[in-house]
């Protein structure tokens, strides 16, 4: 089959740990017609437009019980079956690529419907419900890190580690990052992933001063939904919702503190950052522990439990290891050895080899 011939159906929605593996991998596939899947109203809807094709559908997640609005979700449900699979049969598409979430269930129902081959992306250590459940139907289960496999004994198993944006492959010159920060000072940066950490967030402005006071400099990404946003003020201290160029940040950066969402967790260990780990603590089975316990295990970061956490003992923490550079020197190149900077190619590889052969 020629290669321009082959149509993709792309599934990803959501945060940006479902989104940005996809962009990466559909990056490594020009010779392919592209056309993404997405739902109403969230991030993708501002991220795809610009590149590809994009047609939403209306699919909700099942809460726990039967009830009225699970009986309202599952007709939903199969209503955006039918919709996927009029999608697939009238684009004659010849594979569907999907990194989970609720979307995955009617696109992998409807693909398989139709005997077309699915690959499956899971980021995280721990492979959520719908990727245990809908693995063994797929053609490929791609995943993140090694200690996933244990979890999805009848998947067809392929570790690739998780793509990163191409910002983070491209090598930076010092002078790329526009923020006003010295040469030689410590950097601390604190993100929360996609949607920001409004927990985390409090605990680093009551700790900051203490590494003002200690020469430190904090670029910190609050997130659009941070009440406090504008409560510190400091020479020393920038705040913004997002930041575009995140590989020249982490770079820069003597140490992050961060969520440990399987999509930050990957730029971190490619840009070799050591980090303080605060998994949130209402993700779906806990997964963001399970992520962090990777790095934790590697010696790339130390994590602490949000309900544990206080702001004294975070504070010192951070001191202690800023005054260390030789223990953040070594952690650093751990995060490096866990990281897979090649991961979009090797994804890339793996869906020619089911959609070509």
Not at 87 to 98: A, E, P, S, Y
Not at 150 to 163: D, E, F, H, I, S
Request: glycine share 8%; with cysteine.
């Amino acid at each position: 089959m020629a290669n321009a011939q082959i149509k993709l159906l792309i599934a990803a929605s959501g945060t940006g740990g479902h989104l940005f593996p996809a962009i990466a991998l559909a990056e490594k596939l020009p010779d392919y017609q592209i056309q993404w899947l997405g739902v109403p109203n969230r991030l993708e809807t501002q991220l795809v437009p610009q590149q590809y094709s994009l047609t939403t559908i209306a699919v909700e997640g099942f809460q726990q019980g039967l009830s009225f609005s699970s009986l309202r979700i599952f007709l939903k449900l199969a209503g955006s079956i039918l919709t996927v699979r009029r999608i697939l049969k009238q684009g004659k598409f010849q594979g569907v690529f999907t990194t989970g979430g609720y979307i995955a269930g009617p696109t992998v129902i409807a693909a398989r419907s139709l005997g077309l081959p699915v690959i499956f992306h899971e980021s995280n250590a721990l492979p959520g419900k719908v990727t245990c459940f809908f693995g063994p139907w797929c053609t490929a289960v791609a995943l993140g890190f090694d200690v996933a496999a244990k979890y999805l004994p009848r998947a067809k198993n392929v570790c690739v580690g998780t793509p990163v944006r191409s910002q983070f492959l491209e090598i930076e010159a010092p002078n790329t990052l526009d923020l006003p920060i010295p040469d030689g000072v410590p950097l601390i940066v604190v993100f929360g992933g996609s949607q920001g950490a409004v927990a985390v967030n409090k605990l680093v402005r009551q700790a900051a001063p203490a590494w003002f006071a200690a020469g430190a400099y904090i670029v910190h990404l609050t997130g659009d939904k941070d009440p406090d946003f504008a409560s510190l003020e400091h020479p020393q201290y920038i705040k913004l919702p997002f930041y575009d160029n995140m590989a020249a940040l982490l770079r820069r950066a003597n140490l992050a503190i961060s969520r440990s969402g399987a999509g930050s967790l990957t730029e971190l260990a490619v840009c070799g950052t050591p980090a303080i780990l605060i998994p949130y603590p209402f993700a779906a089975e806990d997964h963001q522990t399970y992520n962090a316990q990777v790095f934790t295990k590697a010696g790339a970061a130390i994590a602490f439990k949000q309900s544990a956490l206080t702001s004294e003992i975070l504070q010192n923490q951070v001191l202690q290891l800023l005054q260390s550079p030789t223990e953040l020197a070594k952690m650093g190149e751990r995060a490096k050895a866990i990281a897979v900077p090649d991961s979009a190619d090797k994804l890339a590889s793996l869906v020619r080899e089911v959609l070509e052969t």
